[in-house]
């Protein structure tokens, strides 16, 4: 009987992870299976395109929603796709709702789940990733690390030792299969960008949500464009409130719609430093080497501030650490986390196929 796997996408980041286990277990039957959460073409379908995943094998089309309204429809969609296959494992990515939502349905039709970046913590349970991703850990029979702190958070959630597995980061897999393909200079000239620029993305409910909060990042994301021209591609989350908050009412604001995956890393590539809310964009500058600054006040990342290339800020440091950002680069040199090496894909395959007995 062949071995067969469930792979559930739902976000631009699950795909950037999920492209190299994808390409890992390629002699395996798997099933892409995408949920719809991030929707728009520009947010998905061109990212199946350029990291050379197979088409998703179903699309749910599950669209935005409140958190409720989307886990539920995304478990109704799910059920009936798990029942339907009968895998032998689903493996799911990152901490969105579609990765809790298949963690859930799968548990509970006692299939084994496989969590790849498991142990990540922030510690701060008003996010709903620290919700989704703390559950999916206690659901998960493998939980596939990415960097060293986060086995020690499993422990102390009572995770057996035997389901943690330091594996690597497969995020970082991709940007460096893909590292030749980062043309800053033709981004530049696709998009008219400056020569310098600090590039920023915001979408954290925290940040965007109200629009009193969002009128306050704006006023000092102008300030930052007051050093350096500020490229933003703008998510769709967040965009009416940071638009009627007047982010374009910079003459150094450059607003873009948002990017596929190979531009957006040529953009990151060729930035003076970012500024941003986002996860995974922490670890994409700290192997990079571009000063990342994180508007939050906590991050599941902390390898990324301990290596030297990112820095926690609240809106009032954001224009001081910018300047000083922008004056002094990055501490990182050429060193790497453990196990940022570009094999994090072959070794989870090796922890999936040792647990299925292959």
Known sequence: MVTSIVHVLGARPNLVKAAPVV??????????????????????????????????????????????????????????????RTPELVVVYGDVNSTIAAALVAAKLHIPVAHVEAG???????????????????????????????????????????????VGNPMIDTLLANLGSFDTARVRADHHLPDRYVLATMHRPANVDDPATATALVGHLHGVADLADLVIPVHPRGRANLLAAGLDRHPGVHLLEPL???????AVRGAAAVVTDSGG??????ILGVP??????????????????????????????????LEGGT?????????????????????ILEFLGE
């Not at 998960?140 to 086995?151: D, G, M, R, Y």
């Not at 964009?281 to 700290?286: I, K, S």
């Not at 939050?296 to 301990?306: A, S, V």
Request: hydrophobic letters at 40%; a negative charge; glycine letters at 8%.
């Open 292 to 325: 990342c600054l994180t508007v939050r006040p906590n991050t599941e990342r902390p390898i990324t501030i301990t290596h030297g290339t990112n820095r926690l800020v609240t809106f009032e440091e954001l224009v001081p650490a910018a300047r000083k950002a």
């Open 281 to 286: 964009l922490q670890e994409e500058t700290t």
């Open 260 to 266: 596929g995956y190979i531009d957006f890393i040529a």
């Open 23 to 84: 390409a890992a277990l390629e002699d395996l039957d798997q099933t892409v299976l995408h949920t719809g959460q991030h929707y728009d073409e520009r947010m998905s379908q061109i990212f199946f395109d350029e990291l050379g995943l197979p088409e998703p094998d179903v699309n749910l089309g599950v669209g935005s929603g409140t958190h409720a309204a989307q886990t539920a429809a995304l478990m109704v969609g799910l059920e009936r796709e798990l029942v339907r």
């Open 331 to 351: 501490n990182a040199g050429d060193r790497k986390p453990p196990l940022w090496d570009g094999q994090a894909g072959p070794r989870i395959a090796d922890v």
């Open 120 to 166: 990540l913590r922030s510690f701060d349970m008003t996010m709903p990733e620290e919700v989704n991703r703390r559950l999916t850990d206690q659901l998960s029979e493998l939980c596939l690390v990415t960097s060293p702190e986060a086995i020690g958070h499993l422990a102390a959630e009572g995770v057996a030792v035997h389901r943690a597995h330091f």
